[in-house]
Nanobody, 118 residues
Framework: QVQLVESGGGLVQAGGSLRLSCAASRSILSFNMMGWYRQAPGKQRELVAAGTGAGSTNYADSVKDRFTISRDNAKNTLYLQMNSLKPEDTAVYYC????????????WGQGTQVTVSS
């Protein structure tokens, strides 16, 4: 079984920064995909940033050059550094992962709220 626990959300003013963390219950080397998604009220969940085990990364156009996804294999943790935050970044942010040997199944964290005030 896989558990993902997000942290680091909060209230920040526009232009500020936050770093989200996603701690996994097992080695993140087990995953061939880990990423961040977000869901704003009344909207569908959308991809923010994702990385593969091969080292490639993918960002939503709306966050390119502002957000950076990274990982610490020793701590089994995925990060999302968010800079130059905008009110439209307000959402619940979720961590998602796929195991290398079971890519059909998605594992999700419980989410962490990010609120950006103008």
């Amino acid at each position: 079984q896989v558990q993902l626990v997000e942290s680091g959300g909060g209230l920040v003013q526009a232009g500020g920064s936050l770093r989200l963390s996603c701690a996994a219950s097992r080695s993140i080397l087990s995953f061939n995909m880990m990423g961040w998604y977000r869901q704003a009220p009344g909207k569908q969940r959308e991809l923010v940033a994702a990385g593969t085990g091969a080292g490639s990364t993918n960002y939503a156009d709306s966050v390119k050059d502002r957000f950076t996804i990274s990982r610490d294999n020793a701590k089994n943790t995925l990060y999302l550094q968010m800079n130059s935050l905008k009110p439209e970044d307000t959402a619940v942010y979720y961590c998602k992962a796929k195991l290398a040997w079971d890519p059909r199944r998605d594992y999700w964290g419980q989410g962490t709220q990010v609120t950006v005030s103008s």
